[in-house]
Structure formats: structure tokens, C-alpha cells
């Protein structure tokens, strides 16, 4: 196999996701198409690479001049935000567009395993945009795992005497959950949460 | 989200094996990790697109100038030819170092399905190469499937006045397979094909 091919292989095998064989199928896939996806594949990633920047406020991932898409644009709430753990998170929301604020990206959940400590948060800055944009509201947004539950216990205390609403995630049955299948957890917060 | 990291996603998402969500996860890990990751995979992929090329004798694919390194290889036997379906094949036989030959890849099986009638064969140019390397034994290495087998025999067919003797794989248990666990056909073949 020449050398380009195998560097090739080698990189795309290592994102997330991905293994050697799927690796060698994406690039026979690619090298046989080359017209049609290799080329434009090319051109895409370096748009994406010379144009995509993190917004200096939000750290959304984005393409912009001073600051990204959600955070200039003026028709969303800026006394309402969102915290959430990744971009990608931020896409799902996005993707339900049931919110209109702007948002605050996590760089991880707190994490002691991993050596994640609360300099990953950047707390003081979304205090700082807190008080220039007098919010109103936060909903912290995190998984209901382990990790994000810390997380959010330690942003609730850490902004909790600063007259700001602090809200979370409901808990409840997923859509099309049945009963029978659902974790004791899961279950027993619904029925608390009843109404 | 920025059209051109929603254009590569887009991208990414029609590789095979991959779909919306491994796409975003691939694209975020991606900007993510800017120089550890993306700019080497574009030059990665910049190089391949430049430099790599379909043999002409073999319809590998690979880096070289006039044909590929394997066809190019004097230490290879001329006078031993295997027939593969696609270059995932001849990489999975070279790994295993077992054949000193030449290749031929096929531009895929024979399939009414799909509409592959045997101009994908390139028997014509296989007889052309057998001829002038005086090629004594031809290998048929094609998949166990439908489609492989009627390959094969279309190919036997072929080939039958042409005092070139040709094989095919071997049919038996797999490597660490439990009788038990087979199917009929793998253990009527190991079966039969005793020794």
C-alpha cells in the first residue's frame, strides 16, 4: 500500500467512531468517487478549517468576525442563557429551537477521573456576561449523568447569591418510553415530578 | 451552525458506515483538535487526491508513475495472476504476505441487481496480461457470496481453453470456528473437502 494511502488510513481510523476497517473503506470509498466526494471533501474541510473559529463570548464553534452567529444576533434574548457541556449539545437544542437566549459552552464537565477541575467551566466569565446583560435566567442544560449532575450543583452554588433563576433539565419518561422498560431512576423522578 | 461546517458534515455523513450524528461528533473532534488533527488530515487528503492513481495494468490503486508498486515489483512472479474484487481485498491478501504474484482487480462482481454485466470484469485485458507474462496459474480470490460465485464460475468459463489452471479459495471452518455454531453449507464444505 503506497505510503499517502496508509498516513491516510492512519489519521481517519483515529476519529472517534472509527477503526482501521472502516478507515480503509472510507478511503477506497473516497479515492474510487474521487470527482464527485474526495474533491469537494477537500474544499469543504479547508473552508471549515481556514473560516470556523470558537466565539470569543459563547465559545460556539462558528464562522464570524468578532463573534459567532447566535451571540450577534439580535434577535435573541440576552438576558436568558443557556449552559451546556459541548457544540454539539448546542446543535441539539438549536436543532429543537425551543430556546431564543444566548449560550455559555462548557470546556468538559468537572471530572476528577479525567482531571477536569472548575477552570474548564469558565465561570467568572459567564458571571461577567451575567451582569453586563442582566440575566435573568440560566438553565443549565447536562446530561444526567454522574458528571453532569456535579457540574451542575457546583455552577447552582457558585451563582447562587446572585439573584439569577437557576434552572435545569426536567426529569421525566422520554417520548415513547413504556413504563416497564424505564430505570428505577427514571421512573421514580416522574412520578415525583408528577402534574 | 455555519453552512460550511453544516456542508462537511454533510459530507462526512455520506461516507460509508458513517451517518448525521458520527458525522457531527467527527467534525467537532475535528475543530476541536485544529493541529493535532485537521490540518494534517487535509494534508493527508490533499496528498492522496494529488498523488495517487488507478494502475493501469492491475487497477490497483496506489502512488507511482508509469504502474503499481506491485506490478512494478520484479521480485513478483508474472506467471501467477489473483483476481479480487476490489483493492480492500488485495490490501487484505497482502497483509497476510502469502502471494507473490500480480493482481487483477475487478470493478466489481457480475450482479443483475445492480446492472454489473461482465464489461466490469475486464477479461479481455486479464487475457491480454496472461498472455504476454505467459501466466500459469490464476487464483480466483472472491467472496463466498452469490454473487462471488457466479463470478467465479463466469470467469472459469472464461478462461477454459486457455491452459491456464485455475483455482479458487479454499472452502472450510474458519480459524477458531466451533462446529457447532456453523452453518450447513461452511460444514458440508469442510466436510466434503476432507483431507
Same mark, same amino acid.
Given at each position: ?66 463573534? @459567532?452567529?447566535?451571540? !450577534? ?6 438576558? +436568558?442563557?443557556?449552559? /451546556? *457541556?459541548?457544540?454539539?449539545? &448546542? ?38 456576561? @451575567?451582569?453586563?446583560? !442582566? ?6 442544560? +447536562?446530561?444526567?449523568? /454522574? *458528571?453532569?449532575?456535579?457540574? &451542575? ?43
Amino acid at each position: 500500500m503506497s505510503p499517502d494511502i496508509e498516513t491516510l488510513i492512519q489519521k481517519i481510523s483515529r476519529l472517534p467512531g472509527l477503526g482501521p476497517r472502516s478507515a480503509r473503506r472510507i478511503v477506497i470509498h473516497m479515492i474510487k468517487n474521487r470527482e464527485q466526494i474526495m474533491e469537494p471533501m477537500l474544499m469543504s474541510l479547508d473552508n471549515v478549517l481556514k473560516n470556523v473559529k470558537v466565539c470569543p463570548l459563547c465559545s460556539n464553534i462558528d464562522t464570524f468576525s468578532d463573534v @459567532c452567529s447566535i451571540c !450577534s444576533d439580535l434577535r435573541r434574548r440576552r438576558n +436568558l442563557v443557556c449552559v /451546556v *457541556e459541548s457544540v454539539a449539545d &448546542l446543535w441539539a437544542l438549536e436543532r429543537t429551537s425551543c430556546f431564543s437566549g444566548l449560550y455559555h459552552v462548557l470546556k468538559g464537565l468537572l471530572s476528577s477521573i479525567d482531571g477536569r477541575g472548575p477552570e474548564f467551566l469558565m465561570l467568572e466569565n459567564l458571571q461577567q456576561r @451575567c451582569k453586563e446583560n !442582566s440575566v435573568e435566567e440560566m438553565i443549565i442544560a +447536562l446530561s444526567a449523568t /454522574v *458528571e453532569g449532575q456535579t457540574t &451542575l450543583h457546583y455552577i447552582k452554588n457558585f451563582f447562587k447569591d446572585q439573584n439569577i433563576k437557576i434552572t435545569s433539565l426536567a426529569r421525566g419518561i422520554p417520548m415513547g418510553g413504556e413504563l416497564d422498560y424505564l430505570d428505577n431512576g427514571t421512573l421514580l423522578a416522574a412520578f415525583s415530578a408528577r402534574g
